[in-house]
Nanobody, 127 residues
Framework: QVQLVESGGGSVQAGGSLRLSCAAS????????LGWFRQAPGKERDFVAG????????VYADSVKGRFTISRDNAQNTVYLRMNSLKPEDTAVYYC????????????????????WGQGTQVTVSS
């Protein structure tokens, strides 16, 4: 079992920044990969970024490359998503997810590959 709790969402103007955090508990943190997904109203949940269990490899959706950075602190059992240069189209509920069966450097981009999910945190970007 893995429990995930997101925080750090809020409202910001376009061009601004936010840092999301996801605190994990349960299984040993360094044994699973982590991802961030987002879901805008009326749309499907989409992959945003993921990081391997060691933190060596990270993967990003094209829409956020160069603006978002995912990182993990295995000592603090926390994964972060730093979001810069935010745009109105980044408005969504952001979810943290854990993949408990990854190979060492693998990062999954599909929802079905993640086993545990947090409740989500709202990010609203105004123009």
């Amino acid at each position: 079992q893995v429990q995930l709790v997101e925080s750090g969402g809020g409202s910001v103007q376009a061009g601004g920044s936010l840092r999301l955090s996801c605190a994990a508990s349960g299984r040993t943190f360094s044994t699973y990969a982590l991802g961030w997904f987002r879901q805008a109203p009326g749309k499907e949940r989409d992959f945003v970024a993921g990081v391997s269990r060691s933190g060596i490899r990270s993967v990003y959706a094209d829409s956020v490359k160069g603006r978002f950075t995912i990182s993990r602190d295995n000592a603090q059992n926390t994964v972060y998503l730093r979001m810069n240069s935010l745009k109105p189209e980044d408005t969504a509920v952001y979810y943290c997810a854990a993949d408990i069966n990854p190979s060492a450097a693998y990062v999954a981009a599909g929802m079905a590959q993640y086993d545990y999910w947090g409740q989500g945190t709202q990010v609203t970007v105004s123009s």
